[in-house]
């Protein structure tokens, strides 16, 4: 079975048992042939017939839309031959499909799940639902919904003009002088105003807008960081860093893009660094590997974003051409409350050091902060205390009047 291709026949006997209600399912099959029967277990020993079903019907689908558990049990009567469809399978289908009927699919799927447990409830003889659950419910719906508009609207600001770049300084711990930037992309909606990207680029993500979205943002900042640069007089040292997410990675002609970006704008390879956060390249790890080996040998470099946030296990930072760690806020803000905490930021310098990373440290909002992280040897920090996500014209004002001395301040 390949990761391209998760569908798979399988064969079931008369009276072997192909789901049981209550265990978890992580796919739906496609009766080929033959007859299944489908009841639900009751306590006591119970069983009550729900039906059966045969060729052409399909079976346990709510799995590929959630893991919540089994609703019912269902064995074979005759032999049968199924088409497994996994989760995984399913949601990378409905990823690659236009938004719109993404979120419909969603939310007839979710107000399919959302009846059968109000069934299931009412079935057992009790009242109706408690009304925390309804409550829920009804939340989970809206926020549905919101997300419908909101993609509807981000896929027509793309084309509009209706979004822009912010872009944050990052500074060189020793020097105390701005060595480069990172893109921060900023939604001005005309009637709702300023739109968080905690609140769209998860969406975006979701349904495959963030494709379009990353390659605006790359050419968008490559042309910026041409502008700087010009305008004071700084050629081809300062660096600029732009996020990209796991389908970014996976969609058709990525590279081809960046280097038609990066060739129409002529900012140099090794001036752009793609940063991309632990937990979404941890969900895509075999595209995602090649993809960064060839941005890499083209002379960009790969950051690890929000480092210590998304996974347990460190193997993955030999897996990939890490050149940069940024470390996750989170640590920063801890590192003056805990010494645990400080000795944990301090072991993920000398690790990422000892792996010939550099290391950039996120979230730095007071000096003490940049003294501490300067002293252990981190060797650039972004933050409110140097600067915070500006417009290109602030930047360039901001860089105008930069003293490297706010270090030692
Ligand atoms: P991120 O990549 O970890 O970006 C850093 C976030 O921390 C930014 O939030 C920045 O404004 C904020 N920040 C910087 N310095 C400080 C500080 O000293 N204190 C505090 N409390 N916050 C600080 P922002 O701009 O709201 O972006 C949120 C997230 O949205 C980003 O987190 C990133 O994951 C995503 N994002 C933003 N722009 C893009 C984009 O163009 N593409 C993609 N794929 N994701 C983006
Ligand atoms: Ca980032
Ligand atoms: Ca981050």
Not at 130 to 147: I, K, N, R
Not at 268 to 287: H, M, S
């Amino acid at each position: 079975m390949d990761s391209q291709n998760q569908q798979s026949k399988r064969v079931f006997k008369a009276g072997e048992i192909i789901m049981r209600q209550g265990t978890k399912g992580d796919c739906a099959y496609i009766i080929e042939d033959g007859v299944v029967e489908i009841f639900i277990e009751r306590p006591g020993g119970k069983t009550q017939k729900v039906g059966t079903r045969g060729a052409g019907s399909i079976i346990g689908e709510m799995a590929i839309v959630d893991d919540a558990p089994r609703t019912a049990t269902v064995k074979a009567i005759k032999d049968c031959k199924m088409l497994e469809i996994t989760r995984e399978d399913f949601s990378r289908r409905l990823k690659s499909s236009d938004p719109v009927l993404q979120m419909i699919s969603q939310v007839i799927l979710t107000r399919y799940r959302d009846t059968l447990t109000r069934a299931e409830i009412l079935g057992e003889g009790s009242t109706y639902p408690p009304p925390e659950m309804l409550e829920h419910d009804y939340v989970a719906q809206t926020d549905v919904v919101e997300s419908i508009k909101i993609a509807n609207e981000f896929q027509a600001a793309l084309q509009n003009n209706e979004l822009q770049l912010y872009y944050q300084p990052i500074v060189n711990l020793q020097s105390g002088n701005v060595v480069g930037f990172e893109a921060l992309m900023r939604w001005f909606h005309p009637e709702k105003g300023f739109i968080s990207p905690g609140v769209f680029i998860p969406i975006a993500e979701k349904n495959g807008l963030i494709v379009e979205a990353s390659r605006w943002a790359l050419g968008e900042s490559c042309r910026a960081l041409k502008r700087i640069e010009s305008r004071i007089g700084r050629e081809e040292n300062l660096y600029m860093s732009v996020n990209f997410s796991s389908t970014d990675f996976a969609s058709e002609n990525f590279l081809d893009h960046v280097y038609r970006i990066l060739s129409e704008s002529d900012v140099p390879a090794k001036q752009i660094k793609l940063e991309i956060t632990e937990r979404l390249l941890i969900q895509q790890p075999d595209n995602a590997k090649e993809m960064l080996e060839l941005c890499r040998e083209a002379g960009m470099r790969i950051a690890i974003d929000d480092f210590g946030t998304g996974y347990s296990s460190l193997s993955y930072l030999y897996y990939f051409p890490i050149g940069v760690l940024k470390i996750d806020q989170s640590f920063v803000r801890a590192m003056k409350k805990e010494d645990k905490s400080r000795e944990l930021v301090r072991s993920i310098i000398g690790l990422g050091k000892n792996m010939n990373m550099s290391i950039i440290a996120e979230g730095v909002e007071e000096l003490d902060e940049a003294r501490i992280l300067q002293s252990m040897g981190c060797d650039a920090a972004q933050g409110y205390y140097f600067a915070k996500p500006l417009p290109e014209k602030d930047v360039i004002e901001l860089l105008r009047g930069w003293n490297p001395a706010k270090l030692t301040a």
